[in-house]
């Protein structure tokens, strides 16, 4: 289950890294530089108006577009995004959510993700969708 992969890739990285530089310019992934046909989407600059946890929040939610994943194989994504993110997250508040949300599952995980960018002014969020539960 790509869903499952995701989140535990995303609980590791959380985990395992701690708040990074602020400000720094987000890193390109090696699959961003191997994939130039296929450029991702550029994470919002470190100097816009929002606070840092609330860029971090939008690297979360589009981590899908930011990291390029979008144009690799399936199965890769999970990876692709939990890299990217594990080197792009400004803040440790940031981890911290990740972390919290982790052990929910599905649904209530995405409603989590969707109320904290909502609560940070984030519109729209591709990875909380890509949690929720598939309707047949």
Known sequence: MLVA???AVLFLVAACQSGVSGG???????SESASAAAAPAAAPPAADAKSG?????DRICNADRYSGALAEDEGDRPLIVAQWLGSN????RAHEF??????LGGAAKADALEAEAKRMGVEGCSVAQLWRPKTP
């Open 89 to 92: 997250l400004e803040t440790s």
């Open 24 to 30: 720094a310019p987000p890193a390109k992934s090696e």
């Open 98 to 103: 990740l972390v919290k949300i982790q052990p």
């Open 53 to 57: 946890y609330a860029r971090d929040i």
């Open 5 to 7: 992969r995701l989140a």
